[in-house]
């Protein structure tokens, strides 16, 4: 079953174990450091996360999108 979630909290540092989420949109995520693992995640986009530095492992082939993050590498 896909699992999709969207978050939006400038309050939150990092996220428990996702390992069945498939989509995931952070969003404003001020204070996101880190990811965690997200071995089934296919598509992942990130917008105004200005703390974070790197992405997790992801799906082979997963699509990311990335705006407003100085500080992430891909």
Known sequence: ??????????????????PQCTTL???????LEQLPALPQCTKLRC????ALEQLPTLADGAYVSRENCPNLTL
């Open 1 to 18: 079953s896909a699992q999709e979630l969207y978050i939006r909290n400038p309050n939150i540092t990092q996220l428990p174990a996702l």
């Open 47 to 50: 917008y105004g996360c200005t």
């Open 25 to 31: 949109y952070c969003e404003g995520c001020t204070a």
